[in-house]
Every structure is written in C-alpha cells, then in structure tokens.
C-alpha cells in the first residue's frame, strides 16, 4: 500500500482515517507523550488505501475534536520518506530500509 505513496513525495495530499484509541511513547528526552492510532488510511482523491495504520502525535489539531472509537477523520498531511529497522554500526548490523508515512496532519476535522 505506501508503495503508492513513494511517487507522491513531498506532497501535501486530503485522507481519511478512522480514529482507533490513544496511546503513549517515551520521547528521546525521557518525557510520556500522547499519540493517536490511526486505522484504514484512504487518500481521498482517489478512495484507495494508502497504510493500514499509523500513529500520529496527540497535537492541538486532535484535541479540538471529540474522539471516540470508530469516529471517521478527514485531514491533509504531507508525504514523507523515512528509515525503519535496526541499526547497530559497532556490530555492522544494518536492517534498515526505505519506508514512506504521512506527517504534518492538519485541516483535521469529523466526518
């Protein structure tokens, strides 16, 4: 599915998502921070599915909206490439590859 979103890099695009529950991380400064899990990703334009899920940061976009389970979001978010898998240099281990995500939700609003 984020094969689709390779050739639209950079882009800032509408989807639609449906909001499954809040979750937390721990960021890189040892802090709890809010995050919110995103389930069927569809690009509006063209009502395919872009990502099963992703998880975004709990930002003030999400807390002007009432969430609950099951509610269908619309929002726009840029297209954007990162790393994932593991990497250690002092063992040369390097599972790392190219992936695509969506970041910079904004225009967040129910469906």
Excluded at 16 to 40: C, H, M, P, Q, W
Excluded at 100 to 108: C, F, N, V
Aim: aromatic content about 10%.
């Amino acid at each position: 599915m984020r094969k689709e979103l390779a050739r639209e890099e950079g882009e800032r695009k509408k989807f639609r998502a449906t909001f499954d529950r809040v979750g937390k991380k721990i960021n890189y400064k040892g802090y709890s921070e809010d995050t919110i899990l995103l389930k069927n990703i569809i690009d509006v334009s063209t009502n395919q599915p872009v990502a099963d899920h992703l998880w975004f940061n709990y930002t003030k976009g999400f807390e002007g909206i009432e969430l609950n389970e099951g509610v269908v979001l619309e929002f726009e978010a840029r297209v954007k490439e990162y790393r994932k898998g593991y990497l250690n240099k002092s063992l040369k281990i390097n599972t790392r590859k190219r992936d695509y995500k969506l970041s910079h939700p904004t225009k967040i609003k129910k469906v």
